[in-house]
């Protein structure tokens, strides 16, 4: 498997409906539910725009539910949940919930054989989920973990690497 597009939109529906309702469309629900030794990293409270290790918390993810629900219990922590898609044209879903009380609904496409069908298809699915789980802004990059807010999430939008961005302003 060679480099991914990651895909991200960020939403102020910070609940367990947008949540649910992005999970039962692309999760395999079953399969992601137990995480088995998987660690919860959440940035610690006030932590530095570049956090060093020693900024974040870790705690056993137990479930997926869990997980989620650690998520929406603390709107001003920051962590991540990756996650096995059911569909086969996306290689992971992901789940970032910001320091500033939104979430990221991002996912990873194999690009490995770089065709230009590949990035269409992110820049459909982005375009599906601004206008589902109202995202904006959203964005396109190589290999590109989550932002922790939504003013990184715009200067992502804005740097050099962004390979296609929607409703940034």
Request: charged share 35%.
């Given at each position: 498997m060679g480099?991914d597009l990651?895909?991200?939109?960020?939403?102020?529906?910070?609940d367990?409906?947008?949540i649910?309702?992005?999970l039962?469309?692309y999760v395999d629900r079953?399969?992601?539910e137990?995480?088995?030794d998987?660690?919860?990293?959440?940035?610690k409270?006030?932590s530095?725009?570049?956090?060093?290790d020693?900024?974040?918390?870790?705690e056993p993810?137990?479930?997926?539910?869990h997980?989620?629900?650690?998520?929406?219990d603390?709107?001003k922590r920051?962590s991540?949940l990756?996650i096995?898609?059911k569909?086969?044209?996306?290689s992971g879903?992901?789940l970032?919930?910001?320091?500033?009380?939104?979430l990221?609904?991002?996912?990873?496409?194999d690009?490995?054989?770089d065709?230009e069908e590949t990035?269409e298809?992110?820049k459909?699915?982005l375009r599906?989920?601004?206008?589902?789980?109202d995202?904006?802004?959203?964005?396109?990059?190589?290999e590109?973990?989550?932002?922790?807010?939504?003013?990184?999430?715009?200067m992502?939008?804005?740097?050099?690497?962004s390979?296609?961005?929607?409703?940034?302003?």
């Amino acid at each position: 498997m060679g480099p991914d597009l990651n895909i991200y939109g960020l939403t102020n529906r910070r609940d367990l409906k947008t949540i649910n309702q992005c999970l039962d469309t692309y999760v395999d629900r079953e399969q992601s539910e137990l995480r088995d030794d998987e660690e919860l990293m959440m940035l610690k409270v006030n932590s530095e725009e570049a956090p060093e290790d020693d900024e974040y918390d870790w705690e056993p993810a137990i479930t997926l539910t869990h997980s989620i629900q650690r998520g929406l219990d603390h709107p001003k922590r920051c962590s991540s949940l990756y996650i096995k898609s059911k569909l086969p044209e996306i290689s992971g879903a992901i789940l970032r919930f910001t320091i500033d009380d939104k979430l990221v609904i991002g996912f990873s496409v194999d690009d490995s054989e770089d065709k230009e069908e590949t990035l269409e298809f992110a820049k459909a699915l982005l375009r599906k989920i601004i206008h589902v789980f109202d995202c904006s802004p959203g964005f396109i990059m190589f290999e590109e973990p989550p932002p922790d807010d939504e003013q990184n999430f715009k200067m992502k939008i804005s740097s050099e690497y962004s390979l296609y961005s929607l409703g940034a302003s």
